[in-house]
């Protein structure tokens, strides 16, 4: 952005860098430091929290301490580990201590920890092109499990490469890395070697306020970075600015006054070389991730007052600078709506997205989707192109914040719209149970209220049983200003079971084999689902065997088949057979036994005048008291208990009746006689009688 400033014969523009201060990763880091505190956790952060002395005093005021190693943490303090990241080592040692843990390690170098992690185990090894004493490379090389070299130029690396060139190589960046010393780098790896990755790993917002600062420069009379001494992205920033022009780096904007001589002299020379055909001075402004938004507000007061003081007066109808530096701000606004690369999904809550803008988008994961059950990276994948909507432009700090949830609300709300015209089914997840009904989610990621009286379950169910559930539902009511919708999965299966009743009714016939769900009982009989409509199974028509109610033989859930016994299209009646014919055991009875067998039964009751026996499953037959035994009973007991086993003869079976007559006392009459002929004829045919005993038997 420019403003200026202008007498009779001098004009200056003062610009700064559309990207410049806290980027995303340091604004959170800090932003979690304070929230911590006014929480009241007492709160150590592993390092500096961000590089610079002004924040980090104001934090130590309201109570944070700075610690350089876990081993110095007090019990129950909460531990920030901040942007830079910290090794795998360290974590371990978290883990072990116990004290509470916030990581607000930034996403974009977590993703290097990542990448480090998974070259490192797929056998390359890495080369980090950083600054070795740097936290942030110490905590990357911590997540290597083989061997891990960090070179710091393109110079060291050509040193690694002709001392000995790793056959499987990946090469990744520190995240504040110099983007035109790593492209030198690109250039000095041998382009034929057979298994190299390269990961550009250097942040987008180093990158921006790298290319801002280096285009800014190129255009600048002279620069002034502001950034804490140790700010490893401002000393980039100073680097690339030095490159071009005149610069000094400042860590407070106060120092600028004890400059103000030395930045004048260099203005004075600036406009006062031969060559020059422009009139008009130009001075660039800069900082560091880590530099607050009111310490670039400080420097551009500060410079106009050195310029004006120093060098000339600005007319009073010159454009404002502050104006300026607004519009410029607003490049990007609240309400846009834009398309972005995800760039990297972090953990379970946020999305970083590349607007190809100077800022860094991110998507925290409510604005992402209403489905709360989901994580970032089922929805979304790095390289996706998204739609979405601003809405919050944070210029000071270098990011945007953005929305995919409410574009695709809003592309879902004319769907709902559409669907209620039309009477449409739509789809959705089943996402929470709320005060009176349920939220869905459609497909399109908008949310529709469910009453319980449209859930399709009975008034007393309880709703949880549809959490996470995929249902189908109608929308029967629109709040177009308001954005809402209500839905009604009932309606859907109401018109679902009048379609298969019409079905059912246009096609069956007696005799058609179903395989059903049992959805209920009665004392009478068994409700079978016949795919959305009911018949019944009578209690008769479930067992060959004689029952006393549907239960004895199945149970609510049950799936089992039946067939069509009779239907009734006018009452809409459906009786149903589930015992089959063929399993009838009275005709597999005749089928195979008749009269004079002789066979084993098992006493299954006792009455006054007899015994009833089991033959076959389901075939009982009677044995009178006078059959029981040769000798005369007086009392079935005294002869047969139920349980016992005996050897019957079939003496008559009454087919239409159904009735079967027993005898064990014919049946001991015909083994007798059996047993007598046998025995005679073992006499009469043995060839093996001694001739001893045939004299005896002489
Ligand atoms: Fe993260 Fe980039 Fe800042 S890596 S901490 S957003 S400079």
Redesign the pocket.
Known sequence: MRGGGAVSAIRYTLTTAKSAGF????DR?VKLVYEALSAGKQVATLGPVVHNDAVVGDLLEKGARIISQVSELREGETLIIR??GVSRAVYEELRQRGNPVIDAT????ERIHRIVEEQSAAGREVFIAGDPDHPEVQGIVGFGTGNCTVFRDETELKYLIDRTLPKRLALTAQ??YNKISWADCIKALPADHPDLQIFDTI????AARQSDADALSRESDLMIVAGGRHSS?TLKLVDVCRRNCPTWHIDDAREMFGLADEISAAAREALAKPQRSDPVLHIGITAG?STPAHIIKEVQTYMSEIIDTNITTPDSEDVSFVDELEKTFKKIRKGDRVKGIVASISGNSEVMVDLGAKQ?GYITLSELTSDTSKKPSDLVAVGDELDLVVIQVNDAEGTVQLSKRRVDEMIGFETILKAKEEGTVLEGTIVSVVKGGLIAVTTDGVNVFIPASHSGLRRDADLNVLLKQTVRFKIIDVNEQRRRAVGSIREVADADRKAAEERFWATAKVGDVFTGEVKSLTNYGAFVDLGGIDGMVHVSELSWSRIHQPSDVVAVGDTIEVYIKALNPETRRISLGHRRPEDNPWVKFVQNYAVGDIVDATIVSITAFGAFARITDGIDGLIHISQLSEQRVTNVKDVVKAGDTVTVKITAIDEEKKRISLSIRAALEELGTENAETESEEVVYSDETPADDASDAE
């Open positions: 980027c995303f990763g340091v880091a942007a830079h930034c996403p974009f170098v995240t504040t942040c987008n917002a180093t992205n991730a860094t």
